[in-house]
């Protein structure tokens, strides 16, 4: 059987491959993400925006993000997850590069809804595709070490901010941002379509040809296919999302989508205001390249951990205790007295957290069978993104209304425990289980 072939291969190149592909394509959008936080100040000077037009510079990219994650995650299951994947890196590759000749705030308000756009739609796509390709064994850990190249993506913006903006001006971080439309060339070369997907589909000479492709590079003893084919195209689903709230998967909708809205709310709540929170509070330390640097580099053992405890204790407890450890250190954050505690725990919060998101792209394609994988995880990180839109004019809210920072983060320590209590009651483990497992639990329960 080609699943059976594809789930016996032997952990190699191509795997090791495929997660750099798609972790360019986290890495990238990342700094992107990144870049944008660190040229709105200077757009602010240059342009005399008021603050309510650089806080709707921010949320237009997010909304971009929601509806992104949504119709891509949609069509990735009827068009394929590497076109879906490639298309939506040249779209907000080339609105990027728009952003760099905006006339007027309201063309740029257009260029980063597309890059949003691009953004949201790329990374639920990559997940998918990498899931449906990693070794049962592994495929939380290559997951979360897919999710870390967004850290290393942080960092690289955060460079570029501090060694070639004060140089060239803002236009050049998004000239950069415009370069990983070269990338598509890589992913053409180098990424093949999800197997799982092809077989899905009916396609079942292009995945056979894929599979002996692989045996072939990874010095496995290949033989030919038996003509007889049996079982493996399994389209039993209608593509909407109210497929996602039948009894079969009822429960588990409900729980990625809380755990999605709470990660993202507190995650662009804290991050996006914490400068200026912090800042005004007195710590002048944040306003430095040594606090951005701790504060990103940080992130990457918080992956690294995350992947290894994902295929130990598995996935469920890995992101609630991530999620009740991100809670207690934004309480301690929002109650820091000095410097140094404010870097310890700040950095000990960007820990948690990263570890969190990189659980939960690991988690979310698992729990749901492959005709409608790429929906699901599209729309649990589309309503995600309502609650990264919501955090930050909330904070605003309570900045004006004379909210000390320790109350903020109080907010936020309480949303991260909810969210971990929710996911231990309401969560299945998946660890160590085939996606072909997956699936046909599911078809039992669904006609």
């Known amino acids: 059987m080609v699943l059976e072939r594809l789930e016996n291969l032997p952990v190699g190149s191509f795997h090791y491959k495929l997660l750099v592909v798609t972790g360019l394509g986290w890495l990238f959008d990342s700094m992107d993400t990144g870049l944008i936080s660190f040229v709105l100040p200077i757009l602010a000077r240059d342009w005399g925006l008021t603050p309510e037009q650089v806080g709707w510079i921010g949320s237009i990219g997010l909304i971009g993000m929601a509806l992104g994650a949504v119709l891509a995650g949609t069509i990735a299951d009827h068009f394929g997850r590497k076109n879906v994947f490639a298309a939506t890196v040249i779209l907000y590759s080339a609105a990027t590069g728009l952003c760099a000749v905006a006339w007027s705030y309201e063309s740029l308000l257009v260029f980063r809804f597309f890059v949003g756009f691009g953004l949201g739609g790329e990374l639920p796509v990559a997940a998918t595709l990498m899931s449906e390709y990693a070794p049962s064994a592994l495929r939380g850990r290559f997951i ?81 296919f038996d003509d007889e084919f049996v079982g493996e195209a399994t389209p039993i689903f209608k593509l909407n999302v109210l497929t996602l709230w039948k009894k079969t998967f009822r429960t588990r909708t409900l729980m990625l989508w809380i755990a999605w809205f709470g990660i ?31 504060m990103t580099l940080a992130q ?113 320590a309480s949303v991260f425990v909810i969210v971990s209590i929710i996911v231990l009651a309401l969560g299945i483990e998946s660890k160590r289980k085939s996606l072909e497992e997956i699936d046909a639990s599911f078809k039992t329960e669904t006609t």
């Open 144 to 224: 979360v070490l897919l999710e870390s190249f967004w850290g290393v993506g942080w960092l690289v913006a955060a460079l570029i901010s501090y060694i070639l903006i004060p140089k060239f001006g803002w236009h050049i971080a998004f000239i950069i941002g415009a370069l990983p439309a070269l990338y598509v060339f890589l992913i053409r070369l180098h990424m093949p379509e999800s197997i799982r997907y092809l077989l899905s589909k009916g396609r079942i000479d292009e995945a056979r040809q894929i599979i002996l492709t692989l045996e072939k590079k990874l010095h496995v003893p290949s033989r030919p």
């Open 300 to 412: 990457l053992p918080g992956y690294f951990s995350a992947a290894i405890l994902v295929d130990v204790i598995g996935r469920r407890y890995t992101l609630s205790i991530f999620l009740m450890m991100s809670g207690v250190c934004s309480y301690y954050f929002g109650n820091a007295t000095a410097s140094y505690e404010l870097l310890g725990w700040g950095a000990a919060m960007s820990f948690f957290n990263l570890g969190a998101w990189g659980v939960i792209y690991a988690y979310t394609p698992e729990l749901y069978p492959t005709a409608i994988r790429a929906l699901g995880s599209g729309w649990a990180a589309g309503f995600g993104r309502i609650g990264g839109m919501l955090a930050p004019m909330l904070v605003g809210v309570l900045l004006v209304g004379g909210a000390q920072m320790n109350l903020i983060f109080m907010m936020f």
């Open 264 to 294: 993202v709310f507190s995650y662009y709540g804290i991050f996006m205001w914490l400068p200026s929170i912090v800042f005004a509070q007195g710590f002048e330390v944040v306003k430095t390249f040594e606090y951005v640097l701790i």
